[in-house]
């Protein structure tokens, strides 16, 4: 599934990859009362009431601007060992023929941002052929947070089994394109990479400002729970509360220059601008893109 839209000069697809649900209780900090309260802003595109569940998109951005084709996060991908998320675990969707269809080419790609290197957004970076992983888009920059590459790595506090196994089948087959980045970093004249800490050591989001802006917040907000609640963690969290004070911070900026806050997986609309109102926030004007 494929949906376009318009940003000033760029243009903005989603290719959605798969929906899951999740138990509400990985929002630790978020008490049950809480999701019925915010059911007007809640209910139906992202909490199952009855199950207790919240919805998740995988879902790929691409962004066409100033010349270049640029891809921001890559999702699951197909044959992944995950033992750990037994959803995400060996998928198989059409992804690849629906980014075709889009009118895409993994050839034609210039760039691909992985806003940090959880298995749900490195997914895609590869693909296998004749059992051996290769770069699904063989002529594209793949720019990656230093900052996780080190955590992550095999040398790094947070690497385990799972992490080994994203890195085997996401990261290293594309070594050789590779470009890690820290600080900012300008991919062109409306875009810049800045760094958004706390989910992992490395999280970034991408700014794009082309004559109507966006923010593309990877996870920086899992679930629209916390807009109104930006202090509420979530269990996929390295710093909850640096995540916290970065989503704040984001989400200011945001609402001050009236930008687009473009999360990884929310379904529904997909993003919102939002309003500032006191330490909380409030969605206002979702993208003009179908509900899912």
Not at 176 to 195: C, G, M, T
Not at 198 to 222: E, Q
Request: glycine share 6%; proline share 8%; hydrophobic share 40%.
């Amino acid at each position: 599934m494929t949906d376009r839209i318009r940003l000033g000069e760029a243009t903005v697809t989603r290719v959605v990859e798969t929906q899951i649900e999740m138990r509400t209780s990985l929002f630790a900090g978020t008490p049950a009362e809480a999701w019925a309260a915010n059911a007007d802003l809640l209910e139906p595109d992202f909490w199952n009431r009855d199950a207790e569940q919240w919805r998740i998109t995988m879902q790929i951005w691409v962004v066409e601007v100033d010349g270049l084709t640029v891809v921001i996060d890559t999702g699951v991908g197909n044959d992944r060992h995950r033992p750990h998320m037994p959803p995400l675990d060996h998928l198989s969707t059409n992804f690849l023929a629906d980014f075709l269809r889009a009118g895409f080419d993994p050839a034609g790609v210039d760039v691909v941002i992985n806003t940090h290197l959880h298995t749900d957004h490195v997914g895609w970076n590869t693909h296998l052929v004749d059992g051996a992983w290769v770069p699904t888009f063989p002529n594209a920059r793949y720019v990656m947070p230093e900052a996780d590459l080190r955590y992550f790595g095999p040398d790094g506090p947070g690497h385990n089994d799972a992490m080994a196994n994203v890195f085997a089948d996401s990261v290293i087959p594309v070594d050789a394109q590779i470009e890690p980045w820290a600080n900012d970093l300008a991919l062109s004249e409306s875009l810049r990479l800045r760094p958004a800490a706390g989910h992992t050591p490395g999280s970034s989001v991408l700014w794009l400002d082309a004559g109507k802006p966006a923010v593309f917040v990877g996870d920086l907000t899992h679930c629209p729970i916390q807009i109104p609640r930006p202090d509420d963690p979530c269990a996929f969290d390295v710093d909850s509360a640096a995540a916290a004070a970065t989503r704040k911070r984001v989400f200011t900026e945001a609402s001050r220059s009236r930008a687009f806050v473009i999360p990884a997986h929310y379904p529904g609309h997909g993003g919102t601008t939002l309003v500032a109102r006191g330490d909380r926030f409030a969605a206002d004007d979702w993208l003009d893109l179908p509900r899912i």
